[in-house]
């Protein structure tokens, strides 16, 4: 759907699932109580994508 909405047509994006990235999760452990944090960069078919609509 992206793809026919903002025109890649030819790019690397393959729109089999959802634009989505949580870059950093928090929580409680529900059974240890401990404070839980996980941090992970854009993954680079999303960086992709971003410069492509970047440049639309």
Not at 7 to 35: C, I, M, S, Y
């Amino acid at each position: 759907m992206l793809k026919r909405l903002w025109g890649l047509e030819g790019n690397q994006w393959q729109d089999n699932r959802q634009a989505l990235h949580a870059a950093e999760l928090k929580f409680v452990h529900p059974v240890t109580q401990q404070k839980m944090q996980f941090s992970v960069e854009l993954p680079e078919d999303l960086i992709a994508l971003q410069e492509t609509l970047e440049k639309a």
